[in-house]
């Protein structure tokens, strides 16, 4: 099948590189992330993540929230470790 110009798309921006989000995510994304990995959190952390996103927010802190949450549940044990890590710092 001929691909016709059309690009395929990768989920990423142009000049993005892999891991790296050029996008700004919104205060609704995060809570619509968090909503969807929810059952793979605990209720501590989804309890963390709520405090966070009752108070104002810079954009940083939401794409680093969204981030921190986008694909938890594919994430390896390994790559859940260290965003667990980087929880802890962020909720301190």
Do not use: W
């Not at 992330?33 to 954009?59: D, I, W």
């Amino acid at each position: 099948m001929k691909n016709h110009g059309m690009m395929k798309r990768t989920g990423r921006k142009r000049g993005e590189i892999m891991g790296e989000c050029k996008l700004d995510h919104s205060h609704e994304d995060v809570l619509k992330k968090l909503a969807e990995q929810a059952p793979y959190l605990s209720e501590l952390r989804v309890s963390q993540f709520k405090n966070q996103l009752n108070g104002e927010l810079s954009q940083e802190r939401l794409n680093e929230l969204f981030h921190l949450l986008k694909k938890y549940d594919l994430a390896s044990p390994e790559e859940r470790q260290e965003r667990e890590k980087q929880m802890d710092h962020l909720f301190g």
